[in-house]
Every structure is written in C-alpha cells, then in structure tokens.
C-alpha cells in the first residue's frame, strides 16, 4: 500500500512540474492549475476521478490564464488519463470520460489557436481513443499473462502423481459400480434359479434352462465390458490443465503481426490519397509543393510495410520526414498523420527486434526535426504520443509473449499429468479387468456346465442332479463373495489376491473333475504355499479347456525349474482353431506372468493337436504377491 501510494504521490508531482514548466501567466495563477493537474495524475489510477480533475485544471486554466496554442502544458495530463480510461474501465465507461475530456479540451481550445470546430473536436477524440484503445491492448495482455501464469501455477501445483492417483480414485468407483450392476446382477440371478431348481418342482428344468441362458447373457456381458475395460482411454481430465487432448485456445493477437496480404495495400493506398488531400489544403505559405506532395506520398505510403516489415516502412517514413524538413519542403500533418505514424511505431515496436526498432527511432527522430521547424506546437504532444504507443506497443508484446510462454508450459505440464493419469487408469483397469475375468468366468462355465448336466441326469440320476446344482451355488456363492473381495480391492485401491477357493490347485481340480472334464494333476511342487497366479493360470486354462474341448483329456503339470515355478496344461481336444481369437483370458494371463518377468506360450500341442499352455513364474516375484 505504502508503494502505491508513492507511486502516486511520484505521477502526480510529475505531471504538476511538467505543467508549471510549460504554463504561461502569473506565479500565483500557474500554481493553482499546477496543484490542479498534480492532484489529477496523483489520482491516476480512479479513472473518473482524475476526469474531473482534468477538465477542472483545464477550464481554472481556461479562466485564470490566456494560454497559447500549445498543448505542451497539459498533453502529459491528457494522455495519462486517456489511457487509464482505456486500461481500467470498461467501454462504454470509457467512452463516457473520454468525452467528458475531448469536450474540456475543446472548450479551453487548448489544442487549436481558432475556437473548436468540427476538425478540432474529430483530432481529439481521435487522439484520446487511440491512447485508450493502445492502453486496453496493454492491459488485456497483461490480464491475460496473469491468468496464463496462474493457470500453469495451478497445474504445476499437483505433481504427476497426485494427479495420477485422484484419477485412478475416481476411476475405481465408477469400476466397482460398474461390477455391481453387470456382473453381480448375473451372478446373483443364477444363484436364485439354481436355489429354486434344487426344490425339483414342476419347473425344475425351467429354472436350470435359465441358469444356463442367464449364464450366456453372463458371459455376453463380461466380455462386453472386460472390452470396455481394455479400450485405451483417448482423453482425461488434469486438474487446472483441460484433458489429455489439446484444448484449441483463442489466443491474443500479438500487435504487429502480419495482416492479410491485402490490407496493408489497401490502407496504404487509401492514407495517400487522405495524405494528398490534407497537404493540399495546408500548404505552409512560401511552399511551392514541388517536393512536398510526394514526400507526402512516401511517408503516407510506407504503411504498406506495416504487416511484413514495420522496422523498414517506419525507417522509410522517417527519412521521408527528415528529407522534407531540411529541403525545405515540409510534408504536411493531418488525420493521416495519426494512422500512420501510430500504426508503424505501434507494429515496429511490437516486433521486439532491434532492426524494428531501428527504424521506429529513425521515424520518431525525423518526424520531431519536421515537427520542431515547422509544426512547434504539436511537438510535444507528437513526440509524446509516439513514444507513448511505442511503450504500449513494446510492454503488449511482452506481455503477450510471455502469455504464450505460459500457455506453452502449461500445454508440457498438462500433457505430462495426462500422460501420467492415462498409465495409472489404464493399469488399474487392466488390474481389474485381469481380476473381474479370473473372477467370474471360470464361475460361470462351471455353473453352466453343471446346470446342463443336472438337467440331463434329472431323470436317471435324481442324487447326482442335485449334487450338480448343490455344485452351482456353492460356485455362485463363492463367486459373489469374491466379487465382495473385488470391490473392496478396488475400493481401497489395494493390490488384488487373485485365488477363490483359498487358490487350492487341487480343489479347483476336483471341481473341473465333477463338471465332466478328465484331469491328470501332477504337482512336484509339494510343500510351498497355494500360489494365486499358479492357481488363476490353471484355472483359466482348465475353464478354456471345458468350454472349447470338454470331452479331451486334460493334463496339468506344476513343477520346479531353478528359482522358478512351471506350469504345463496340455489337453488333446481339436487344437486352437475352436476358439474364434485369442480371448480375455489368454491376454491376462500373459500380462500377469510378463508383469513378474516371467514367460507364457499358448498355441497347438506338442503333436501339433490340442490345446497347450506353458508359464514360468519366477519365485522370488510369485513370494512378493
């Protein structure tokens, strides 16, 4: 607060030097517009309020004092407050005081030696909302460079892996609820059904038919979202930084850069015939005009090189400038005057190189020599007006490029984070998916297979059909509470303990055994622990085996190699073509055992017919599960 305040204090003491050097009159009477314009530029920063201080400095002017045509005294003023107008304001607020100024201008007829009329009025206003809308330029792009910067603070503020791990929360939940409704539904129905067939009422068999058809629905839907699952997100949202894709951002156009090929011509050529016009009805007396008209056309024509090379058309409207002053041959001022020399001081500035840059001090320099022998009293505010809109033009650029810059980042950071989040997502849905399909496949083959079995032994078998449906809801009760486990995986985003059945090769043997499917086990692995990825590995090759060949003859061979575990499944039905493509299955299984660095083959058997499947897991990873 307290610099603010300086500052202030600083503008305003600035501003009522300038004007006691510069007004003409008594000492006591120049004191009181001094103090006047002092209070207006210490008030800068309240548009209004240094409005009304103005046009109070100027009329008091007005009235104590008989000041000349020159504007010196007051165009420090004048501008400063144009331009906080445009900058802090809005439009038609702006607009407003701008007025307001323009008629306080006219009305002392500070800036005309005859009384205002309807040029003066239009070289006001035009002056005043040039200064405004270069000031608006500046402030948007310094708004925008804030915003830019604090969007990319924002982004930066989360690491890659706090972003990575929110999504991933998110992405459980909507996972786990997805479970419930499609898988759990399924499960739970076939139970209900296996639960009322058990009665051995008159719709026994219808129950055990749906059993069965609710299972192939089962199976329908799995399929349909372990596909879902294992689709490759294209976009995600990053906190602060928009989604993966690249969001298309409206940017500000940076000052100075190349219009359409045809609007520079076209201004030019329509400012020479504005230039030659205005010469002609000011023709300075004792001037001749052999050489003024077509310096004039120079000078006026240069803005044509506004859009491609600003630097060189201002230093070929300053040499222009400075040619017509020391030949004598003065080119003359007026509306054109304004466009052009702003335009070219705006562009060349806004270019920030010093070729540019060159050239606008060659214009400013020849136009203040032109100004100073033939137009002294629009010297000072010319020459204030140029580098006023030079500076604009100079801080808009770099604000603006640092806006981009910010942009740029921003764009890096955002990209890095969705990158991160799209890894973690995606594992965690593949980790899902692998689990959701060891979880309830094999459950519900094995419930169909032993529903379809019940129904054909109903008749001839009544204890054998009621121990396979018995079968099919233990499997449906056991699969339910291992989709309770599942959830809760997810929920708590814990690592997954595949196994069911406490992950019992044997069990699970025994099982496959009673659902019609003829197992040899030979397990040389006596002593360790059940291994879950041991167990999911048998499980989905025996489950595959049932669906796709259940009259082979299956052999399951766990044995030791080194500080590794081999799993062997071999089974001698018709071989891999009676499955259409390599399913679900077969992908999780050998992304589970290359996740641990271990190896996985799957194709034709060791003959060439049936079904063999080969693993190596590595112990030292199977003991960190």
Known sequence: MLRRGLLDLAVGCGVGLHAAVFLPGRSADVAVVALLCAAAGAMWRRGYAAVLLTVLAELTGRLLLDPSPSNSWNAPLVLLVAAVLGAGTGNRRALVGIAILTGSLIGSSAWSETPADVWSILWALIV???????ARLMSHAARRARAEGQRRRDVSATSPEEVARQAVVEERERLAADVQT???????????????????G?????????????????????????????DVPTEFAVPGGGSRRARERTATIAPGRPARSWHD????????????????????????????????????GSIGLRGRSPGAGAAICGLALLTSALSGHPVGQGFWWIAVLGGLMWSALAHRRWRHRVGAVVMLTGAAVLLAGYYPENLTLSVLLLVALGAAAHATARRTDQAESEVEQTRRLSEERADAVSHAVQSERLAVARDLHDTVSHAVVVMVMQAG??????????????????????????????????????????ASAPGGRNADVRALVARMRAGG???????????????????????????NALRYAPNAHVRVTISIRGEARMIEVVDDGPGPAAAASRGYGLIGMTERVESLGGSFEAGPGPSGCGFQVRALVPSAQREAQ
Not at 182 to 200: E, I, N, P
Not at 205 to 226: K, W
């Open 202 to 230: 008159a719709d026994s068999q219808v129950r055990l038919s749906a059993v069965q058809e609710e299972g192939r629905r089962a199976m329908v839907e799995l399929r349909r979202l372990l596909g879902l699952l294992r």
């Open 182 to 200: 499609v898988v759990r539904t399924a499960v739970t129905a076939m139970l209900h059904q296996a639960t009322a067939a058990a009665s051995w």
């Open 128 to 134: 005043t909302v040039g200064v405004a809308l270069a």
């Open 453 to 494: 079995a019940a129904q054909a032994l109903a008749d001839n078998d009544r204890a054998a059909a009621s121990k396979c449906i018995e079968e099919v809801k233990a499997v449906a009760t056991d699969t339910l509470r291992d989709l309770d486990r599942l959830s809760q995986v997810i929920g708590e985003g814990t």
């Open 517 to 543: 499917l003829a197992i040899d086990l030979e397990d040389r692995d006596d002593g360790h622990h059940p291994d879950p990825i041991v167990y999911r590995l048998v499980q989905e090759s025996l489950t």
């Open 265 to 300: 011509p076209a201004v030019a050529v329509a400012l020479v015939a504005l230039a030659v016009v205005e010469r002609s009805f000011s023709q300075p007396a004792g001037d001749d005009s052999s050489w003024s008209i077509p310096l004039t056309v120079v000078a006026a």
